[in-house]
């Protein structure tokens, strides 16, 4: 496979990029999360916290090949051990960086870390119910509708819907359609 980036552990060196973007207000209207002001200090608390080791988190960067540049983040939180599932996140935080294919690539990445490596049986995820380009990428992977919840997320001044996604190990599409040959 002949992915164009590829992930690594946050690093210290991320904290401005990443102190950038979580108070990027644009970023926020297609992420289910709410967008407010962050301190320099409170982004460091949280990187610093996402650089340790949790036992029911996994915070990676996705960066480019070759230029080694940081573009976004990807995440599994609330990993369970015991029924052996997690929760996706993912955000490409540079504006000029997104609809080139890194989302997909982080996702595959990913999914197959999650799947292969770490033995976990399904990864699930919310997405705002108007993000569509959001959606189809992660139908291309496998992941389906698993419930709506109307009117969940209060944002841009209007209520809108979430969708709740998830795949499962054994419905993992890694190469159909989405992107690889």
Request: aromatic fraction near 12%.
């Amino acid at each position: 496979m002949n992915d164009p980036i590829y992930l690594r552990a946050l690093e210290t060196s991320d904290l401005e990029r990443c102190h950038k973007w979580h108070n990027d207000r644009t970023l926020y209207e297609t992420l289910v999360g709410y967008f407010h002001f962050i301190s320099q200090g409170t982004e460091q608390a949280w990187l610093d916290g996402r650089r340790a080791f949790l036992a029911n988190e996994i915070n990676l960067a996705i960066c480019i090949k070759g230029s080694d540049e940081h573009v976004g983040n990807i995440y599994l939180r609330e990993i369970d051990w015991i029924s052996r599932c997690a929760r996706l996140g993912i955000f490409i935080g540079d504006s000029k960086e997104r609809s080139k294919g890194y989302g997909q690539s982080a996702i595959r990445q990913l999914l197959s870390y999650a799947f292969t490596d770490l033995g976990l049986k399904r990864i699930y995820l919310d997405v705002l119910a108007d993000n569509r380009a959001a959606i189809h990428v992660y139908e291309k992977f496998g992941f389906r509708v698993e419930g709506r919840l109307k009117n969940h997320v209060f944002k841009q001044g209007g209520w809108k819907d979430l969708i709740v996604m998830g795949l499962c190990a054994e419905d993992y599409l890694p190469n159909k359609d989405n992107g690889q040959s």
